[in-house]
């Protein structure tokens, strides 16, 4: 694996030195042929000169976009954000490349050649070598997050959909078939209509905060069906306005059924409560002592935040309380 990253990284950096001197050659020699005596293609110095100039333009627009890109929202406004950057770097860089070199052949330098050569630097290999990197790098992320969408797209289904969830709620079923056939009636209403919800909104980035809520009533009947009153859920949510992002409340409310102890005489009561543009699941801290905890189900929450909606969701731990803050858009 990390023989194959080296190679990968060798001949990935290959292709850019190549695509660097090509791309200054070209230049050169459009200069040289359309402005003759500005430079010429034939001196070694012109095309050494232009190749760093090349180099420092890819490594100013590669800070320019890190810089700029430090959360997982990407649209053009950022682009442009990242070219600025990256301008200004490159001023820095070669205006500093530009000194030493004068400096090195001993030579003044001129502050009028000293701007004339950060203006000739940025329209001869500046702009077209900054334009294709960040043209590169936000299709290359377009399909980055386009792929990582669909994983976690189809973990989530094959989460909601695991068998063990399905039998369970079969053999509660039966259970109830032979006791109540009305009750029994009333919860595979509920099973169909939350397979339903999973089946329908897998694949969508948002849905309305109301349907989010019918939807995760009808889960709730289950696990009451399930293990009783030992599972509470009080929601408090009068403006049921706004997106967000199908699923997250269920993975809460899985999460704190999970990892919460719980009996009738002391039930787990779970909040949902709406506080401005924010919904917030809150439920006591009762650990269960022999449940294995990856951690995996609250990144996985918070990644899909992120890269479908590019908000934040906040956890935290207050006065015995564990607390979800989830953005409505």
């Not at 070209?26 to 190749?51: S, T």
């Not at 992120?306 to 858009?329: D, T």
Request: hydrophobic share 45%; glycine share 6%.
């Amino acid at each position: 694996m990390i023989i194959q990253r080296n190679l990968k990284f060798i001949k990935n950096g290959f292709l850019i030195v190549l695509g660097l001197i090509l791309l200054n050659t070209l230049y050169i020699f459009n200069f040289y042929i359309v402005k003759k005596g500005d430079l010429d293609f034939f001196n070694l110095g012109d095309h050494i000169f232009g190749i760093v100039d090349s180099f420092l333009a890819f490594f100013a627009t590669l800070l320019g976009w890190y810089i700029s890109f430090q959360t997982q929202k990407l649209n053009r406004i950022r682009v442009l954000g990242a070219f600025l950057i990256a301008a200004v770097i490159n001023m820095v860089l070669t205006s500093v490349f530009f000194g030493l070199t004068r400096v090195y052949n001993g030579l003044y330098v001129d502050w009028n050649q000293l701007i004339g050569n950060i203006v000739f630097g940025f329209s001869i290999s500046f702009i077209p070598v900054s334009g294709i990197t960040l043209a590169f790098l936000y299709f290359r992320n377009i399909q980055k997050l386009k792929l990582e969408k669909q994983s976690l797209q189809s973990q989530l289904l094959s989460k909601n959909l695991e068998p063990h969830f399905l039998f369970n709620n079969l053999s509660i079923l039966s259970s109830l078939m032979r006791k109540d056939s009305q009750e029994a009636e009333i919860f595979l209403d509920n099973l169909s209509e939350v397979y339903r919800y999973f089946l329908k909104h897998n694949e969508a980035d948002c849905v309305t905060l109301e349907k989010e809520l019918e939807f995760l009533e009808q889960y709730i009947q289950l696990i009451v069906s399930r293990f009783g009153g030992v599972y509470q859920l009080q929601i408090s949510v009068e403006n049921k306005t706004g997106y967000v992002v199908p699923f997250v409340l269920h993975n809460c409310i899985e999460n704190a059924v999970k990892h919460n102890k719980a009996n009738e005489k002391d039930p787990l009561i779970i909040e949902i409560i709406r506080k401005g543009n924010q919904i917030m699941v809150k439920n006591p801290i009762r650990l269960q002592q022999n449940v294995e905890s990856s951690g995996k189900g609250l990144i996985n929450i918070s990644r899909r935040y992120a890269l479908l909606l590019g908000k934040h969701i906040q956890y935290s731990e207050k006065n015995g309380f564990f607390i979800v803050e989830i953005p409505i858009v």
